[in-house]
């Protein structure tokens, strides 16, 4: 109970919404703009969804770019996918999947309050979290090593290059493969700092959990963070195909 | 606003419908699943059709974790409003821009020619000349003249 919230809210307020409780038993986490629980609960969550919508809208330039230059160059992407390693790139993708089941986990154990389960589900996640950078660093030095660079920087060496084996690919390298890896740099790049902030805001999240901040009553940041998570888990779920896997 | 989403429970307090362990485990399973597909198709050569599939079975996946993992199926209707809203301005983006760059320069496609010869008019932009492969030391090759006849503001390659 917070009873300094409920004397600076005290005198002016309808209670319109005739609920059971006053403002004397005002919790602490709510903020004293909101009526109930419920009300900054809907409110953070559709803020939040506001927010993942801009993220959508945000990659959707990338995915614009991506099916563009496809379309004019599909040679040169078959070829470049071919210089990607599927192996790493499924590893990663299980990893985030694991990772996104540890995240919903972590807000079932909250919404539960369960408060050591959560911190326990929130350090699996961030674990997973360094383990797909961990993996995405060895892809890049692979790249940076055999040349495989953006645009202008692109000079594959004959060593590193990986042969396709069939189609038009097979000749040689397509004109424009660099236009491939600047959208495969641009798009795994602006994904892996999506990946390096929401490790940030969780081990963020986690420390807020370790000191008791949330119960079942309160647990919005970490069902928010699980959210964020979920989608750079589901961005990566059409990166891997359409980087790694084109036939 | 989403009183309906969460149970019956009207004290302005937060009751969120608490899905079983097996449930997310399963969700997991089904995703793993997919993901086993989708790189299995990725070696089997179906043309275009890959393209097809591997965007069909990656949207199931980001289905499954929208629906389940985001309890997008438990939450306000409105939320779910943004998020397909911004999925469908997203495909707008996509589809208008891509119909319009995909049939830049192609102005007779039958003849294969960005001028038609009955007027000159020329159609702009599309993507850049074909080329000969690049030498694996990366210098760009030089252009390689096209075989339609292009004016003198024909687009370089770029």
């Known amino acids: 109970m917070d009873t300094a919230n409920s004397h600076e809210h005290g005198a002016g307020h309808d209670d319109d919404h005739g609920e059971s409780h006053g403002h004397g038993d005002h919790p602490k986490f709510l903020a004293h703009h909101f009526d109930t629980p419920l009300q900054q609960f809907d409110t953070a969550k559709l803020g939040m969804w506001l927010f993942l919508a801009q993220e959508l809208l945000f990659f959707a330039g990338l995915f614009v770019a991506y099916g563009i230059y496809r379309n004019w160059y599909p040679d040169a992407f078959s070829w470049s996918s071919h210089q990607l390693d599927p192996i790493m790139g499924a590893i990663n993708t299980v990893v985030l999947l694991f990772s996104s089941l540890t995240a919903a986990l972590a807000v079932r154990s909250s919404q539960l309050g369960q408060k050591s389960k959560t911190s326990m589900w929130l350090v699996l996640t961030i674990i997973c979290a360094f383990i797909f950078l961990v993996v995405k660093y060895f892809e890049y030095e692979h790249k940076f090593e055999s040349g495989l660079l953006p645009g202008g920087h692109f000079h594959p060496h004959h060593l590193h290059v990986v042969r396709a084996m069939h189609g038009a690919a097979a000749a040689g390298i397509p004109d424009h493969s660099g236009t491939f890896f600047g959208i495969y740099f641009m798009m795994t790049g602006v994904h892996g700092l999506h990946v390096l902030i929401g490790i940030g805001v969780m081990i963020w999240i986690l420390i807020r959990n370790n000191r008791g901040e949330f119960s079942a009553q309160y647990f919005t940041p970490v069902e928010l963070v699980a959210l964020y998570w979920h989608l750079v888990d589901l961005i990566w779920i059409y990166l891997f195909p359409l980087l790694y896997l084109i036939d | ?158």
């Open chain 2, 1 to 158: 606003m989403s009183h309906e989403a969460h149970d019956k429970i009207d004290d302005g307090g937060v009751h969120p419908h608490i899905a079983p362990v097996k449930m997310y485990i399963a969700i997991f399973l089904g995703l793993i699943f997919f993901t086993v597909v989708t790189v299995a198709v990725g070696f089997v050569h179906l043309g275009p059709l890959n393209l097809l599939v591997a965007i069909v079975i990656a949207t199931i996946k980001a289905a499954l974790v929208v629906i389940f993992f985001m309890h997008l199926k438990d939450d306000a209707k409105f939320n779910a409003l943004v998020f397909v809203g911004s999925l469908l301005f997203a495909g707008v983006f996509l589809v208008y821009t891509m119909n319009d760059t995909g049939h830049r320069g192609q102005i007779d496609p039958e003849q294969g020619v960005e001028v038609l010869p009955s007027t000159g008019e020329f159609a702009p932009g599309g993507p850049a000349r074909p080329a000969r492969s690049v030498a694996a030391e990366g210098h760009e090759g030089e252009p390689v003249t096209a075989d339609v006849v292009l004016p003198e503001h024909a687009p370089q390659a770029h």
